[in-house]
């Protein structure tokens, strides 16, 4: 058995990660923000199986392991399908690094709570180093890493993903997984060029509004507006790649499998009043959910 998210979180704030001024006062707001937050539809769903995820799921409906609605089990069910399909995109954002070796380091530009830095060493067996602006989330994520007995393979710092003390060619793979809608993008692709080898691999799933809608749409600064962020076009994402020597490799539409998790998660107690903003602008064309796997040249 686990410590749940209410020990650990209980538990944070006793450790000694170290808390370097944010750069911008951007940073600030949202170290704050994610300080601060602690929806329980991203700490139910962590409660499932000890892997905490802040960002959305994939796939299709297991309507048969989800039962009968009337079930006084189904929320429960329904709690660890949205959580199955989390994992399910951490998994292909995984798969995606190609082969990664026990000896390789990879890093989690903007880590969260750290779900999907355990399931990389689960999967690779390599060190894994996250950085985020959260004390809070840094600390979480240590302190789940401890509890599993891998703390000398996966780390989390307070830390801002533009300017990282990783060594220059460290990284055999690097990820955004819905963290670059809090940076410039041409600035973050030169710390992943930076720090990733000649021939390494860099993924990232996003949400980005579509140039073929226009502008951006209500319903994407509706979303810009709730989580503080600045969701960029599809178009920004491969020119700050090209400008950076990341050569796309996979550029995967995700929004029809995106879709399932929305419609789902909608109809659950744990709703937060964002779902009508995501379930609309992907059905309007407006905002995509994309999976782009780069090579290092
Ligand atoms: C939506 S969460 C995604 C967390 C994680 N990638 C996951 O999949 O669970 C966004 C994360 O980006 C981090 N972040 C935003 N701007 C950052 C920056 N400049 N440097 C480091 N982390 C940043 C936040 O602290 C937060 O952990
Ligand atoms: C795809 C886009 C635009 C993502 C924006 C970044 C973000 C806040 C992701 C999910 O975090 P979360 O898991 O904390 O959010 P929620 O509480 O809604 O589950
Ligand atoms: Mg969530």
Redesign the pocket.
């Known amino acids: 058995m686990f410590m749940t998210s209410t020990d650990l979180t209980a538990a944070a704030g006793t450790s000694s990660v170290f808390i370097p001024a944010p750069v911008t006062p951007y940073?600030g707001d949202?170290?704050r923000y994610?300080d601060r937050e602690a929806r329980p539809v991203n700490l139910r769903l962590g409660d499932v199986d000890g892997l905490?995820?802040?960002?959305y799921g994939i796939g299709d409906i297991d309507h048969a392991a989800l039962g009968d609605t009337e079930d006084s089990a189904y929320e429960k069910k329904l709690i660890a399908e949205l959580h199955r399909l989390e994992s399910a995109q951490?998994e292909l954002l995984l798969h995606h690094l190609g082969p990664i070796g026990r000896e390789d380091t990879l890093v989690?530009?903007?880590?969260?709570?750290?779900?999907?830095m355990v399931m990389a060493h689960q999967r690779f067996g390599c060190k894994v180093e996250g950085?985020?602006?959260?004390a809070k989330?840094a600390d979480f994520a240590n302190r789940r890493a401890q509890e599993l007995g891998i703390e000398d393979h996966v780390r989390a710092r307070v830390?801002?993903?533009?300017g990282t003390p990783f060594e220059t060619g460290q990284a055999a793979g690097s990820w955004?997984?819905?963290?670059s809608m809090?940076?410039d993008l041409h600035d973050l692709f030169a710390e992943h060029s930076r720090v990733l080898k000649v021939g390494g691999r860099y993924v990232t799933i996003t949400g980005c509004w579509n140039p073929r809608y226009g502008q951006p749409s209500k319903w994407v600064s509706q979303i810009n507006a709730h989580?503080e962020c600045n969701i960029h076009s599809r178009r920004e994402y491969l020119r700050a790649m090209a400008d950076n020597r990341l050569v796309p490799q996979a550029v995967i539409d995700l929004t029809p499998d995106t879709l399932p998790y929305w419609e789902l998660r909608a109809t659950s107690s744990l709703v937060t009043g964002i779902e009508e903003a995501f379930i609309e602008s992907y059905k309007d064309g407006s905002f995509q959910y994309v999976l782009i796997a780069a090579d290092r040249v």
């Open positions: 940073q949202i170290a994610w905490y995820h802040h960002h951490a989690d530009a903007g880590c969260g709570r750290g779900g999907s950085v985020t602006l959260s989330q830390c801002n993903m533009l955004n997984n819905e963290s809090y940076v989580f």
